[in-house]
């Protein structure tokens, strides 16, 4: 079965800590996504890769950064994280040359800057 | 670039009833993918289903079915039957070219009342 977790449900940091969001797929896909989702916003692309360290700009990447290791491994890099990053953050993969294809979802991680 | 508009924030039936849930979009490509997915509370974001922009024929998947008009760009989802676990938020989302993200809406909260 088809399977994205992510490392976190819930998550408190202090403003200016760093922060680090993992996201593991079991899939072997190779494209795998950040969104941040906020409400009366949708969900907004962060970043996505598309093969081992290779990453690509969404459409919100400010105060973010990302890493790919691993094929099956995408994280998240809040370099100093601010209040307005709380946010609840959602990881996607899906297979390469399948962009017209579903996108499997983690169950994401709600994060609160204090 | 693509936009994704959801127009309804909330909208609620009652259980075994019919709701449409609409959904317009705008883009460049000649060659995209319409979905629609579903985000039930604190669970994981699942597709509903899933249209070829090339294709005519309205994609339907038991209860849910869409209606694609091209040349509005309109892409609504009917609910037949309305079901309790249906309740949710549910996500309309295009994709285009290359290996790109999903571009999604601001989201409908779907209340189904017993």
């Known amino acids: 079965d088809v399977k994205v977790t992510q490392s976190s449900r819930y998550l408190v940091k202090r403003t200016g800590e760093k922060v680090f969001l993992e996201c593991v797929q079991d899939?072997?896909?190779?494209?795998m996504f950040w969104y941040r989702q906020d409400p009366g916003l949708g969900l907004r692309l962060i970043y996505f890769?598309?093969?081992?360290?290779?990453?690509e700009k969404g459409d919100i990447p400010e105060g973010y950064s990302v890493s790919r290791e691993k094929k099956e491994r995408f994280s998240l890099i809040l370099e100093s994280a601010s209040t307005n990053q709380t946010s609840m953050y959602l990881c996607a993969s899906n297979p390469q040359g399948s962009y017209h294809n579903e996108q499997f979802f983690g169950p994401g991680t709600r994060l609160t800057v204090l | 670039a693509q936009t994704v508009t959801q127009s309804q924030p909330e909208m609620s039936v009652q259980e075994a009833e019919t709701v449409t849930l609409s959904c317009t979009y705008d883009?460049?490509?000649?060659?995209?993918?319409l979905f629609w997915y579903k985000q039930p509370p604190s669970r994981q974001m699942i597709l509903v289903i899933r249209q070829e922009a090339y294709k005519q024929q309205n994609a339907t998947e038991n209860r849910f079915s869409v209606n694609f008009q091209k040349a509005a760009k309109s892409f609504s989802l009917k609910i037949s039957d309305s079901q309790l676990g249906d309740a949710a938020m549910y996500f309309c989302a295009s994709s285009g070219g290359g290996a790109d993200g999903l571009t999604f809406g601001k989201g409908t909260h779907l209340i189904i009342q017993p």
């Open positions: 883009t460049s490509e000649s060659d995209y993918y």
């Open positions: 899939m072997d896909h190779e494209n």
């Open positions: 890769s598309y093969d081992v360290k290779m990453k």
